[in-house]
């Protein structure tokens, strides 16, 4: 156990985030509460999800556990020089995953894909210096011209 789950309670730790892509190929559990989430409004995100941003939950990448199916990854190169890995189901092309190679231990879930989606609650959002001027998001909200300082 790490040090921020012995500060949690065991309800809390029971607790079990379920979620899967639109055909029902890969399905997934997570352990624990979700964690923090952002927008994101880069390019990359815009193209993967065909939407105008994405949001992902930040999470304990040991605590996700695909139960059904299996992902696809495609890597891109972030500014950083390191890989960006999108996993996505391979049958209908459902994205469900950003990892990234600066943070191993994390997994960042796609918001969408959640069973219910409902329970997050963004904190901010990066790369607003590409946002579309149609994405209406709490204009209250931290905002980061690029990725999180
Ligand atoms: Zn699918
Ligand atoms: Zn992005």
Known sequence: MDTMDSMKGKDEMDKVITGGCLCGVVRYEYAGE???SSYCHCDDC??????????GVVSVAARLRIV?????GYATKA???RNITREFCPEC??????????CPDLVFIK????????????SCQTWTERAVPWAYIDEHLPRYPKGRP
């Open 46 to 55: 815009k193209r993967a999800t065909g939407g105008p941003y994405t949001v």
């Open 68 to 72: 059904r199916g299996k992902v696809k």
């Open 93 to 102: 092309g459902s994205p469900l995953f950003t990892r990234a190679e600066k």
């Open 111 to 122: 918001a969408g894909s959640l069973d219910n989606p409902e329970v997050v609650r963004p």
């Open 34 to 36: 979700v964690g923090e």
């Open 79 to 81: 500014d950083s020089g």
